[in-house]
């Protein structure tokens, strides 16, 4: 496969297929509402650390990969770390999926510098990796610096062991982070004198925000994905790990802070209607069902199609589920604004926000 040149748009992907940019919001299932302006809070420190040093999670490992493809998470114009599945380079073909990815996160790379405006790799020019290795027995990736973890500011210290750690655990096999440094395991980032576990995953979240009144020794994580648009005007999905009450059923909870919205709505866009309820969900072997309802929905009008990847996105993410199975006022089938039709469960995307020539 050729290298990526020229202009590039970012695009959504469900199941492969590229869709439509996303619409700004939806009031129900065919309509539009306004976004309300909200502060983000970050999380407090304690909660930062306790998300950072989270134990590995399998059901946040992920669900799929693309032999012609690899996703990588860089830093977007708003300061959120998103992730972009990018064509992979003939010209690094001698190199591991690991460190083809760090080559597209790393500042002053060639393939760094085709990324489309407005996204940026999160680290700097200067970051000294001695070596990516992964160990298939244990699924960890170890990211080995020289001399010292790169040079960042403390607040983007955080964002860049995000990166990484979502970024490797896309990959196949992969589902647990180490970092060293000359060999020694790094503990403490040298900046914002974050501690951090031996070994990361998943569990640490990204792009942190705390709801409201949270009380955090009854706290819990779930990964949303909002809607955002590129300077370029394209949509693509962000996720966020939204800490919340303690809450019996994580999946019926991490769809009713879907449908909520973001806490920043200012910058990113509700992807389900605020109207939409849930009915009822039900867990059977690797299938998640969601029976939804919606008074103004009737099964001839069509849903948004980034209603439905948000979704799909969200509950794969959070129960680690690989198939979600929707339905809508009793309905099992419907189309999207794709002219998708939907009477079958949908997998986790193979590609997210990939990156066309």
């Not at 576990?197 to 706290?219: F, H």
Request: proline share 7%; charged share 25%.
């Amino acid at each position: 496969m050729m290298p990526i040149t020229g202009r590039k748009h970012v695009r959504k992907l469900l199941a492969a297929l590229l869709l439509f940019p996303l619409l700004a919001a939806c009031s129900s299932l065919g309509g539009e509402r306004s976004p309300e302006t909200a502060a983000i809070d970050p999380p407090p420190a304690e909660l930062e650390q306790e998300m950072v040093n989270a134990a590995a999670d399998p059901a946040m490992a992920p669900l799929a990969s693309d032999t012609d493809g690899l996703t990588v998470y860089l830093q977007d114009s708003n300061g959120f770390v998103a992730p972009m599945t990018l064509r992979l380079s003939a010209d690094e073909s001698d190199k591991t999926m690991e460190e083809q990815a760090l080559s597209w996160m790393t500042s002053g790379t060639t393939v760094a510098d085709q990324l489309p405006t407005g996204f940026k790799p999160i680290l700097p020019k200067d970051a000294s990796v001695r070596s990516v290795q992964k160990d298939d027995k244990t699924a960890t990736v170890t990211i080995d610096f020289g001399k010292s973890f790169p040079n960042l500011p403390a607040n983007q210290e955080r964002k860049a062991v995000e990166a990484l750690v979502w970024t490797m655990t896309e990959l196949p096999g992969v589902h647990q982070v180490k970092f060293t440094v000359d060999g020694k395991a790094l503990r403490e980032l040298p900046a914002s004198k974050l501690p951090i576990d031996e070994v990361m995953s998943r569990a640490m979240g990204i792009n942190v925000e705390q709801a409201s009144g949270l009380k955090p020794s009854r706290s819990m994580a779930v990964t949303l994905y909002f809607a955002a648009r590129s300077t370029d005007g394209e949509g693509y999905f962000v996720p966020v790990t939204r800490l919340i009450d303690r809450q019996p059923d994580k999946n019926r909870a991490a769809l009713e802070e879907l449908i909520k919205g973001p806490l920043n709505s200012n910058i990113l866009k509700p992807v389900v209607a605020s109207n939409i309820t849930v009915d009822k969900l039900a867990v059977s072997s690797d299938l998640l069902s969601v029976s939804l309802k919606d008074a103004s929905w009737e099964p001839e009008m069509l849903v948004p199609a980034e209603t439905v990847q948000a979704m799909v996105l969200t509950l794969t993410e959070v129960s680690g589920d690989s198939k979600i199975k929707l339905a809508i006022n009793g309905s099992e089938s419907f189309t999207d604004t794709n002219e998708t039709t939907y009477a079958e469960p949908i997998s986790r995307p193979i590609a997210i926000n990939a990156v066309e020539q």
